[in-house]
């Protein structure tokens, strides 16, 4: 079986690397109207997520938001398909970074930095666009498969030149490694934890909400900036990616404050266009 699923992938990832991309997104606008009217994939989560979050919103404009979730979630489900046969160039193209020469300062300066984000817009092709953009040697962390096969696949694709995989489950000695060089780590922090016990609680899209702890604890163990990269959508398969300092400094914080100043960049983030967020996620499926 697990042979049978790394054929399928690999099958999958042949098909997608010889199909255009726009006929890719032909492709994403059939699995849109599966996906949406004919499936209705997660829809009670999804609608239930949105009425939670935008309380205000008439149902017509909760509608109006659905469908252009399940639009966007669609596109991103065939470009993290491409990007298993994407070149580098092609993606630093279509994924470029606008304001770096801060982020180039801090590597200068020897600083490693821990960079945040969240599921939204296109978090995928952020492995392979870092290698040759930054400065910072990039780290990304991910759940590791148990299809060793499809695992040991993943990590050889989802990444180029400098840029590296590394397990969630080993991110202590992770953050200890010697580089040889500053480097920058990527933490997709907006994911309902694993324990409620452990993770900070705060209101999150008029939500009481449990958070990650993991970004907040290793900025203030190793003192390391905190970054935000906030990725835009110009045009289908296209995007921009800008940078904000969230905190220079976390051994002047008091705990929590890096977290909650992370998560109020990103509700700024989802506000302004809702429709590109991971509304399909059981986010708020924790309670206090």
Known sequence: MKLATLVLMRSLVFLFRIVPFGALYLFSDLIYLLAYKVVGYRKTVVFENLRNSFPVKSEKEIRSIASGFYHHFCDLIVESMKAFSMKEEEVVRRYEYENTAFLDELCREGKSVICVGGHYNNWEWAGIASGTQLKHRPVGFYKPLSNKGVDAFIQKTRVRGRSLLASITNTTAVFQKDY?????FYMVADQSPSSARLAYWMPFMNQDTAVLHGPEKYARLHNMPVVFAYPRKIKRGFYKVR?????????KTAPGDITRIYMNTLEKIIRENPEYYLWSHRRWKLKR
Request: glycine content about 8%; cysteine-free; proline content about 14%.
């Open 180 to 184: 040889g060089e500053p480097a920058i």
């Open 243 to 251: 940078f904000f300092m969230l905190v220079e400094d976390p051994s």
